[in-house]
Nanobody, 115 residues
Framework: QVHVVESGGGLVQPGGSLRLSCAAS????????MGWYRQAPGKQREFIAS????????YYADSVKGRFTISRDNTKNTVYLQMNSLKPEDTAVYYC????????WGQGTQVTVSS
């Protein structure tokens, strides 16, 4: 059974940093691209970042480019999102996604940026 579990969220001050983790089970992780999404209060879920199966190519939404870094460790079946220079508008529930699968959205992890 393939599933993902997000972790690492929390409360951080503006300008601070957090590192999110997404642990996946199953044998398909290393063969699929991965992505991070977020949903802020009152807003639609939006794409944040993605990474190819080998970790060689990444893509970022303009809203986080230069501040967030996506990476993966296929030996650990884990994808990460390093978030720096956090802003209050980054407050959201963050979700990871294994591309080319039809898995339901996980529980996500809450990130709150506030002074």
């Amino acid at each position: 059974q393939v599933h993902v579990v997000e972790s690492g969220g929390g409360l951080v001050q503006p300008g601070g940093s957090l590192r999110l983790s997404c642990a996946a089970s199953g044998n398909i992780f290393s063969s699929n691209a991965m992505g991070w999404y977020r949903q802020a209060p009152g807003k639609q879920r939006e794409f944040i970042a993605s990474i190819t199966s080998g970790g060689t190519t990444t893509y970022y939404a303009d809203s986080v480019k230069g501040r967030f870094t996506i990476s993966r460790d296929n030996t650990k079946n884990t994808v990460y999102l390093q978030m720096n220079s956090l802003k209050p508008e980054d407050t959201a529930v963050y979700y990871c996604r294994i591309f080319s699968t039809n898995l339901a959205w996980g529980q996500g992890t809450q990130v709150t940026v506030s002074s």
